[in-house]
Each structure stands twice: as structure tokens, then as C-alpha cells.
């Protein structure tokens, strides 16, 4: 298990808006699991995207997450979807793990929620983003980010309501 919010505490200390190429460059100043995690997620992404459709587009959130009880990510907020990359937490974090892509084009997310939670761990919280995303056959469906940088709720709140509006920032 990786340290949440020690993982989005070095994020978020990011400066971003950075392209998906400038992004796969960066090397990471953690240590441990965490660095591990972060390298895995961040090879796993570069072999797994169509790099040259995405080279060029810049990423505005990025931070760690929970997909579900065992599964563990980052995710990637971009203009117009949310990327996550993420793996089984209990087959660890090599290049041999189950890694997969998910994407949700923020125009298929109908709805999105936020929740805030307190940590004492850490003057940093977390938070839960709740979504309704409507998949590849028009059923609507739930999805849920647990220990979310709650710094990226107002982000992704934006992005959505300009993406509905068919606006870009």
C-alpha cells in the first residue's frame, strides 16, 4: 500500500498545465513504493496511450487514487477526459502487474459529486469524486476515485460544466 497523501502532496506540488510528453520525462524525488508506484503508472501509460495522439495534450490534475478495494492509480485530468492508469495493490506495482487504462471522455460523465474527508495523518485530506458515466453502450454507469487530491475537486468541476457548455478553457 502506497501513501496517498504523500503521493498527492508531491503531485500537487507540480507545476501544471504540462503535456503528456513533458510529463513522461519528469523523474520522481520520492523514494520507496511510492516511487515505484509512480514509475510503474508512469511507464505503463506511456506504453499503453497512442503517444502521438496525446503527446501534445496537457494535463492540468494529475494525482493518486483508489479505483476500487484492491485496485490502485493515478489519474490524469486533461481538457476534455480524465485518464487513469492503474493496478492490482495487491500484486504490487512491477511491470508484470495488471495494469490497465481507463478513460472517461468528460462529456460521457452525466454527473459528478465530491466528498471531502479529514486525515489525521496529515494536514492534507482526501476526498471521493463520485461519477455517472454513460459507457460504449449508453447505460449510465457509477465510478468512484477514493483518496483524491481534494485540490483537483473545483478542477474537474470546471472542466466538466465548460466541457457540457462546449466551452474550453
Request: negative net charge.
Amino acid at each position: 500500500m502506497i501513501a496517498y497523501h504523500e503521493v498527492n502532496e508531491y503531485l500537487d506540488a507540480m507545476e501544471l498545465p504540462k503535456s503528456i510528453e513533458e510529463i513522461l520525462t519528469i523523474d520522481y524525488a520520492l523514494e520507496g513504493k511510492e516511487l515505484k508506484f509512480l514509475s510503474a503508472a508512469k511507464h505503463h501509460l506511456e506504453q499503453s496511450i497512442d503517444l502521438e495522439s496525446y503527446r501534445y495534450k496537457k494535463v492540468h490534475c494529475i494525482g493518486c487514487c483508489k479505483i476500487n478495494l484492491t485496485r490502485t492509480g493515478l489519474y490524469f485530468l486533461l481538457d476534455d477526459e480524465i485518464i487513469g492508469v492503474h493496478t492490482s495493490i495487491i500484486k504490487g506495482f512491477s511491470d508484470n502487474a495488471d495494469w490497465e487504462i481507463t478513460q472517461f471522455h468528460l462529456k460521457d460523465v452525466k454527473e459528478l459529486d465530491f466528498d471531502f474527508e479529514s486525515s489525521s495523518m496529515s494536514k492534507f485530506g482526501t476526498g471521493i469524486l463520485f461519477l455517472k458515466v454513460l459507457n460504449e453502450r449508453g447505460a449510465l454507469r457509477s465510478r468512484t476515485f477514493r483518496n483524491l487530491n481534494p485540490n483537483h475537486f473545483q478542477c474537474f468541476r470546471d472542466f466538466h460544466t465548460n466541457v457540457m457548455q462546449d466551452k474550453m478553457i
